[in-house]
């Protein structure tokens, strides 16, 4: 099984792109956000998912893990496909994805090819327990549920500084974890940033 390619990108066509790899060209399928980030005629890495059929060896190429983690779960679902999984990430981002999920958000899923609305409604109901715990992006940070009182005051002192959301949020939620419910704000605050200089 191929898990990785490294070559020059020869060609970006509708939904692929060949990846010559020492003289060998390999004919792998991607998603949009996937294919814009490769730099045509240069040199590029893909994380690999190799499918095998009775009549092909099909190729799919992911820039970053989260997404092949996302094209993994989505092809566990009746009636969706390689094709289709692929089309949902080109529609969303894993973030997007996850936040549509969460939020029951059926219209943002039916706006990725191949997913009408009988499909968006059970791609919500069979991931809507998993979607919390997949990657967003390249820091596989799980999505943490919002964080109320002492915790949203903390979180939003952070963002202020200048700190991501996922990260301020995990720090966050370690803190209050560590200094238990009613924590005071300062406190709360002091512990997130030792959390986020580590």
């Given at each position: ?139 596989f940070a799980p999505v943490l549920p919002p964080p109320a009182g002492a915790e949203s005051d903390a979180l ?43």
């Open positions: 099984m191929i898990a990785k390619l490294t070559g020059r990108v020869e060609a970006l066509e509708d939904g692929r792109c060949v990846l010559d790899v020492n003289g060998v060209g390999y004919l792998v399928h991607a998603s949009t956000r996937t294919l814009a980030a490769l730099p045509a005629g240069g040199t590029a890495s893909l994380l690999i998912e190799t499918h095998v059929r009775e009549d092909a060896i099909l190729l799919y190429g992911f820039a970053e893990s989260a997404e092949r983690e996302w094209f993994r779960l989505l092809t566990t679902v009746q009636g969706v496909g390689a094709k289709v999984a692929l089309g949902v990430l080109s529609a969303l981002s894993p973030p997007d994805l996850i936040a549509a999920i969460q939020a029951g958000d059926r219209a943002a899923l039916t706006r990725a090819p191949g997913v009408g609305a009988k499909l968006a409604i059970r791609l919500l109901t069979e991931l809507r327990e998993r979607a919390g715990a997949m990657p967003s992006g390249p820091g939003s002192a952070l963002l202020n500084l200048g700190y991501r959301r996922p990260e301020a949020q995990a720090a966050v939620a370690r803190a209050s974890e560590r200094l238990g419910q009613g924590a005071a704000l300062d406190a709360l605050i002091r512990d997130s940033l030792k959390e986020l200089a580590r």
